[in-house]
């Protein structure tokens, strides 16, 4: 059973950073592409960053590139979300993805908020 559990949201002003996390279990995590979406209120879920699995190779939505890195730690089943210089629209839960034999596996995502 695929279980995907994010940590690392909260409140932060304009300009601040936070690190989201999201430990994985139940799949093979060396070779899983993982992703990471968000959700704002009254807006659909959108996909923000994603991590290959044998390369690492990232990409970025176009409104957090440059802000935004993905890693992961393989010994750690561990994928991350590094976020610096945040907005108040980068407001929204962060969700944690990977897609496991066609099926889509969501973790049940993190708040994050930037406010003054």
């Known amino acids: 059973q695929v279980q995907l559990v994010e940590s690392g949201g909260g409140l932060v002003p304009p300009g601040g950073s936070l690190r989201l996390s999201c430990a994985a279990s139940g799949i093979t995590f060396a070779i899983a592409a993982m992703d990471w979406y968000r959700q704002a209120p009254g807006n659909q879920r959108e996909l923000v960053a994603t991590?290959?699995?044998?390369?690492?190779?990232?990409n970025y939505a176009d409104p957090v590139k440059v802000r935004f890195t993905i890693f992961r730690e393989n010994a750690k089943n561990t994928v991350h979300l590094q976020m610096n210089s945040l907005k108040p629209e980068d407001t929204a839960v962060y969700y944690c993805?990977?897609?496991?034999?066609?099926?889509?596996?969501w973790g049940q995502g993190t708040q994050v908020t930037v406010s003054s």
């Open positions: 993805h990977v897609k496991v034999d066609l099926r889509d596996n």
């Open positions: 991590i290959t699995s044998i390369t690492s190779t990232s």
